[in-house]
């Protein structure tokens, strides 16, 4: 049954019926069946989700129950909330087991089939305080996922990030890129983290013939956010809705690309239903994000504009060392993999995400 929520905009609900789907902006959903293996949609399969009650982790349980998966949500809730999967608790197939992975995987469910991990803190602002956390999480928690994938054969995915390519110097960034990354600066317990996972992984599928892949994930934005996380799109939200002036660093002429969290969370299960032979074997990872770039002045005049908010903008030096100047995907390699493409578009995912920030604050 369609649980409909007064933030769930009629023109974001499912459109694929079959899925049963209950995400807002669940358009996006559509994309899932462009290279849905049916096997692998409707049939009795377990994975695990680390990180599972984040924002984006949170999405993801919801569309593989959708697909009428086992889903074992494994999270310390270190930077996600109980909230996140407060609808999912009386699924019959959803598992929380709240546990942190630096210390290893639960024993169950012994024999996953897939291993979705999204477990390490994400924000800026957890940069400083967690960063340790980051690095371990990024470092021991990723071992230990690969052991299970190499002692059960199931097919590993790590959700990487664009934190990878750094201040980068190639204009859109491709998969082949190598980044421009400083080991010293405040970003590198998350970036270097993210990068020693990737390097993990490579050795895995050398080494024991571990079926691993990755994505690199642009900023996302979507219902279940944490409003506080710093990031800018909560920052801009919430102040455009507090009638608050919307602090942009800097001239605001950085840029960024902006992917709706079902977009992203399509892209995850395109690349996750991928045949192990078409996985690009010396670069097993994949681009997702929404190409389309926008100044940073841009964007919080769109959340003024969507929010209906008389905000003006207050301009501030950048506080963050090390934030790159221009970041935008180049995801043909994702689309001609799998035929993926971002379904929904910044205004109609803000309106959703307004919509929702408004529920959530007020
Ligand atoms: N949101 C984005 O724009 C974005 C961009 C690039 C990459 N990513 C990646 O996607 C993943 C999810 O990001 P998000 O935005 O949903 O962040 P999030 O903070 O909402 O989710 C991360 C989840 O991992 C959990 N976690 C952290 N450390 C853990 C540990 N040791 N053991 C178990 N659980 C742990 C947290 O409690 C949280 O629920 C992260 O790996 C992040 O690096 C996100």
Not at 134 to 154: C, D, K
């Amino acid at each position: 049954m369609l649980i409909r929520r007064p933030w769930q905009d009629s023109r974001l609900l499912p459109t694929n019926e079959t899925l049963n789907i209950t995400t807002p902006g669940a358009r996006g959903w559509a994309t899932i069946s462009i290279n849905d293996r049916s096997d692998r949609v409707m049939s009795d399969i377990t994975a695990v989700v680390t990180g599972g009650a984040g924002f984006i982790g949170s999405h993801l349980c919801r569309a593989l129950l959708d697909r009428g998966w086992e889903v074992h949500c494994v999270d310390n809730v270190l930077t996600g909330r109980a909230t996140n999967i407060e609808d999912l608790r009386d699924n019959p197939r959803f598992h929380f087991i709240e546990h942190n992975i630096i210390h290893g995987l639960p024993d169950e469910p012994a024999e996953p089939q897939f291993i979705f991990n999204l477990a390490c803190p994400a924000s800026p602002v957890d940069f400083g305080p967690l960063a340790l956390e980051i690095m371990r999480v990024s470092s021991e928690g990723m071992r230990h996922l690969l052991e299970r994938a190499r002692e059960t054969g199931a097919t590993i995915l790590q959700t990487s990030t664009s934190e990878v390519y750094g201040e980068p110097r190639e204009h859109p960034q491709e998969e082949h890129y190598w980044g421009n990354v400083n080991t010293l600066g405040s970003r590198a317990c998350y970036d270097e983290g993210k990068r020693f996972a990737e390097a993990m992984l490579m050795n895995y599928r050398w080494l024991h013939g571990v079926d691993g892949r990755m994505v690199r994930i642009f900023n996302t934005y979507g219902p279940w956010m944490r409003p506080d996380d710093g990031r800018v799109v909560p920052n801009f939200i919430r102040q455009a809705l507090l009638h608050e002036p919307l602090t942009v660093y800097g001239d605001g002429g950085q840029t960024r690309s902006f992917c709706y969290v079902s977009d992203t969370v399509a892209g995850i299960l395109a690349v996750a239903d991928m045949e192990a032979s078409a996985i690009d074997p010396e670069r097993p990872v994949y681009n997702l994000g929404n190409r389309r770039e926008s100044t940073i002045l841009e964007f919080a005049q769109t959340v003024i504009d969507v929010c209906g908010s008389d905000s003006e903008i207050a301009h501030q030096p950048n506080p963050h060392a090390d934030d790159p100047a221009r970041r935008c995907p180049d995801t043909s390699k994702l689309e001609a993999a799998t035929g993926w493409q971002t379904q929904v578009g910044l205004r109609e995912g803000l309106e959703a995400t307004v919509a929702w920030f408004r529920d959530e604050l007020c």
